[in-house]
T-cell receptor, first 117, second 111 residues
Framework: AQTVTQSQPEMSVQEAETVTLSCTYD???????LFWYKQPPSRQMILVIR??????QNATENRFSVNFQKAAKSFSLKISDSQLGDTAMYFC??????????????FGKGITLSVRP | ETGVTQSPTHLIKTRGQQVTLRCSSQ?????VSWYQQALGQGPQFIFQ???????GRGNFPPRFSGLQFPNYSSELNVNALELDDSALYLC??????????FGPGTRLTVT
């Protein structure tokens, strides 16, 4: 079974600065996907970024980028130029290859990020 | 393009009752997954439906059941409600079991 660990329960960052959120996972699979989701107080879970395990290049989406270390099973999210609207709970999630068995998401416990003005 | 919608937004039920939650998947998506999120926790997988068939189930008792319709919308039914069933229920849709997009959730309170 896969596990996802987010060991930092809370983080705080000054507006316009950069922050990195950590995530580690455990799996015996070789082909899989990793995601970061954002859940603001409105509670809608929003997909921030995705990474396919077979791709060596780290994914980037505007101010969001990841540092994917497959051997270390580490998947951190970097948020550059933090904005007040980035205040939310962030979840790291794992999904096995979507063939055959179900493609469920396994989530970490989440980290609460606060952006200070 | 219409996103994932869920109804109702909030629901209050009494222990022992039954509840049905509904989800309309995003246009073009054929897979629906349901998750339970307790307060302050990450979502837990309940089950998934792919092309109207159950395609995997998490560690939830049989009183949690579901259905997917030909238009790929879905229902989550919970029988014999318990206090611990109080949570946010999230529905996510995807294409061919790939990356999932979530609805706004249904907040269920069991008293």
């Amino acid at each position: 079974a896969q596990t996802v660990t987010q060991s930092q329960p809370e983080m705080s960052v000054q507006e316009a600065e950069t922050v990195t959120l950590s995530c580690t996972y455990d799996t015996s699979e070789n082909n899989y996907y990793l995601f970061w989701y954002k859940q603001p107080p409105s509670r809608q879970m929003i997909l921030v970024i995705r990474q396919e395990a077979y791709k060596q290049q780290n994914a980037t989406e505007n101010r969001f980028s990841v540092n994917f270390q497959k051997a270390a099973k580490s998947f951190s999210l970097k948020i550059s130029d933090s904005q007040l609207g980035d205040t939310a709970m962030y979840f790291c999630a794992f999904m096995g290859a979507p063939t055959g068995a179900n493609s469920k998401l396994t989530f970490g416990k989440g980290i609460t990020l606060s952006v200070r003005p | 393009e219409t996103g994932v919608t869920q109804s109702p937004t909030h629901l209050i039920k009494t222990r022992g009752q039954q509840v049905t939650l509904r989800c309309s998947s995003q246009s073009g998506h054929n897979t629906v997954s349901w998750y339970q999120q307790a307060l302050g926790q990450g979502p837990q997988f309940i089950f998934q439906y792919y092309r109207e068939e159950e395609n995997g189930r998490g560690n939830f008792p049989p009183r949690f059941s579901g259905l997917q319709f030909p238009n790929y919308s879905s229902e989550l039914n919970v029988n014999a409600l318990e206090l611990d069933d109080s949570a946010l229920y999230l529905c996510a849709s995807s294409t061919d079991r790939r990356e999932q997009y979530f609805g706004p959730g249904t907040r269920l309170t069991v008293t």
